[in-house]
Structures are given as C-alpha cells and as structure tokens.
C-alpha cells in the first residue's frame, strides 16, 4: 500500500509532468470514447489567457474553453473562493441548502427579475441540463409545442438535441422529445406565422453561437417578446455562449431591455467550475413544483462560490466594459490589418466571427495553434473568437498581426 505521499506524488503525476504529449494522446486514442475526434494539443498548465502544452509551448487562448474561462485560467480570486469552499464544505445533497447556493441564486435572479417580479433559479451542472429543466418547465404549461430555430445550438442531450437544428446531430437519435418546430432564425414574419396559442414556448439563442456567431436583426427578440404575450407562449432565451458578461452586458436580451420567461445560463457562469442554471420569472418561476424535477450535484456549494467569484471579479475588475472595448478593437483592427481572404467581422463584445470568403477556417485553427493561438471554427468560413474577458489590447494585436500570414498560408492547405 502506497503512503500518503506517494499518492499525492502520483495524483500530481498524473496532472501531465513528464508525460510527453504523443503518450497522453496515445491513451486518449484507445481509452476515451472518440466523439471528438483527434484532440489537436495536449495541455498541461494555464495562467490568464495563456496555457502551455506539454512541451512547454505556450499559447494565447483566444477561444477561453469554448467561452468558459471568463477570467482566464488559474484566476487568484476564483480559486481561493473554491479552495476555501472545498475545504469547508464541498457538496451536501439538496435535502440541504447552503449559504453559497442562495447567495448565487439571489445574485442571478437580480439580473433577471426587478422588485415586481418573481424570478427563481434551478442550478444544474452543464448547459444542456439547465436547457432540460428549461424544457421541463415548459411541458408545465398544458402546452407541448416549442418553435425553435434554424441553426440552433441548444446542446446534446436528448431533449436540448430536440431543439438543435443540425440534421447531422439530431437524425442518428431520432425519435426526440416533440413537438417541435423551426423557423428561420432572426425573421420575425416566420415567427409570427407559427405562433399560435397551441404554442408552450418559443427558444432563442440571442446571437447564435455554434452556428458561427450570428447576429439577429435588431429588435427581433423584442418582437418575439410582444408575439409571445399574444399567444400566451413562454419566452426562453438560451444565454449559455452570450451571458455573463461575454458580451459586454450580464445578458443580451435584457440589456435591450427584453424581458424572458425563462433564461438558461452555463458556460461562462463558474470560469471552467462545472455549472448551470434555469432561471425562470413570473408564472414560469413556480412551474416546477416539488418532485418534479431533481439533480445530485447542482447547486452544490463549491459551483455556486465560483460563480459569485466570477461575477465579483467581472463587476470589480470593470470587465464588461472591457469586454465591449476588446471586441470593437478585434473588429477595427482586423479591418485596418485587412486580409483579402476575410470577407468581414460580427459580433459582439468577445464573441467575434471573423468570416471568411473561402471554406479555410479549419486550416487557419492548424495553423493558428502552430504559430500559438488557441481558435475555433463553428462552420468552414467562421473563425470564431472567444478569449477571457480580461485580454488586453497588446494579446489581441499579437493575433490580429498574425493573422493575414495564418490565412495565406490556409489557403495554400490542400482541401
Ligand atoms: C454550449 C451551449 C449549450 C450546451 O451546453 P453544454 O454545457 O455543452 O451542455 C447550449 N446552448 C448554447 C447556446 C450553447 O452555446
């Protein structure tokens, strides 16, 4: 039997020091399940926007764990908050409640709720979860019909998978949870069209994220609001890539003055800490009553700290503001650097698209990671961009520099 020590130097072992990256993704290739095909880099350590592979090879991590890691990586604040959590009280099952859960609760309520409106929170571990319980709420109506988008992402689980768009996502699992229909995203004729009062709720991403940062037109998710009321229909907002402060403001809808019967928040919420959370206002608060929906984990104590981390460090560190001024300074300085391979930028605050007018996005992310940026491509023309919201204007501009030769030389890859 091993001793203390020994299993504290094994466990520290196995967090990746000695252990070159073809090892670690020799394992992967034969121990993991492969959904997600070849992963491209091994990494072993991060620190702000940077993280460092096992090779010791450093990286400016544009993407922030696919619009996760708000504050970076390792960020002081949150880990002291999750340390002294952990070490009081990791997890009680939610036969009990715990002072980080309400605290994290009445936190978020705030941004969705006002002095007249009820608003309550359903903590859940992922985004897809915190959709399912969105998803449940809605079956409480004594209606089944959901209009969902084209284009939308809402997550892989089978009810989230029901109102994701992609055929090639949706079609291997068929039969989903119904009934649900799709419109075209950012037309609120088509909207109107299929609104009836047969219709439980209607779900919207406000800017769609997977689908390659789209941006609806201005005033759609208003007007969606108004055909709502009209139908008796819940509004559901999908805030899990767009809230917490990704777009410079807490959440999209609300900032243009929308209000949503339901709003699902993950992603950004915990800085890389697993959580998620429904939140519901009004009539729509009180839809789940008791028994009728449950998790082991969510709301747990050491989730819920990290995300009142995540939201005081935002709201001292002014990185909403921050947010705002990064994103027109990506856009301006893609402009102004220029490239004939980008047709333009959109966006907002730190979910860009850089679109492409040629299908070399998944070249550019090769070779983006061999000249050490961390970047994504949600669709074959779309570089998107996601880093923490504390990047500064130098880290952008040491990409945005180095971008015009990553698109050269992607246009050079064989298809
Ligand atoms: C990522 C995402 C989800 C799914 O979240 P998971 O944590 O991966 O389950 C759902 N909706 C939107 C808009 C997302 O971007």
Not at 322 to 340: D, F, K, P, Q
Request: charged share 15%; glycine share 12%.
């Amino acid at each position: 039997m091993s001793n203390e020590l020994e299993v504290g130097q094994d466990l520290t072992r196995l967090q990746g020091n000695g252990r070159t990256s073809a090892d670690v993704l020799a394992g992967y290739g034969s121990a993991i399940m492969p959904t997600f095909g070849t992963p491209k880099r091994v990494f072993v350590r991060g620190e702000g926007c940077y993280v460092w592979d096992a090779e010791g090879r450093r990286h400016l991590d544009l993407l922030g764990g696919l619009a996760v890691n708000a504050l970076g990586h390792a960020h002081p604040t949150v880990l002291a908050a999750i340390t002294s959590q952990l070490s009081t009280l990791g997890h009680v099952s939610n036969f009990f409640a715990t002072p980080a859960q309400v605290a994290l609760a009445e936190r978020l309520t705030a941004l969705v709720g006002g002095a007249d409106v009820d608003a309550r929170v359903f903590f859940a571990n992922s985004g897809t979860e915190a959709n399912e319980a969105a998803f449940k709420i809605t079956r409480q109506t004594g209606r089944t019909k959901i209009i969902s988008t084209e284009g939308a992402f809402h997550g892989r689980s089978l009810g989230s998978l029901a109102l994701t768009h992609s055929p090639k996502y949706r079609e291997p699992f068929e039969p989903l949870p119904g009934d649900v229909t799709f419109v075209p995203y950012g037309d609120a004729a088509a909207l109107a069209e299929v609104l009836d009062e047969t219709v439980a709720a209607v779900v919207l991403e406000p800017i769609q994220g997977e689908n390659g940062v789209v941006v609806p037109p201005p005033g759609y998710l208003a007007k969606a609001r108004e055909l709502c009321d009209a139908a008796g229909a819940l509004l559901w907002i999908d805030e899990i890539q767009t809230g917490m402060g990704r777009t410079g403001s807490w959440l999209v809808h609300t900032d243009q003055g929308v209000r949503a019967d339901i709003v699902t928040l993950a992603k950004g919420l915990g800085n890389g800490f697993p959580i998620g959370a429904c939140l519901a206002t009004g009539r729509a608060a009180t839809l789940l009553g008791p028994g009728s929906h449950g998790t082991t984990f969510g709301g747990n104590p050491v989730a819920a700290i990290a995300g009142l981390a995540v939201m005081a460090v935002i709201e001292r560190d002014g990185l909403l503001a921050n947010a705002t001024a990064m994103g027109e300074r990506l856009a301006s300085m893609i402009h102004l650097v220029g490239n004939w391979h980008i047709a333009g930028v959109r966006g907002r605050g730190l979910l860009q698209a850089i679109v492409l007018n040629k299908p070399i996005a998944a070249a550019a992310v090769d070779l983006a990671l061999d000249a050490g940026f961390v970047i994504n491509a949600p669709r074959p023309d779309v570089i998107r961009i996601a880093p923490p919201l504390i990047i500064t204007g130098e880290q952008l501009d040491s990409f945005v520099h180095a971008l015009p030769g990553i698109l050269d030389a992607a246009a050079e890859v064989p298809a």
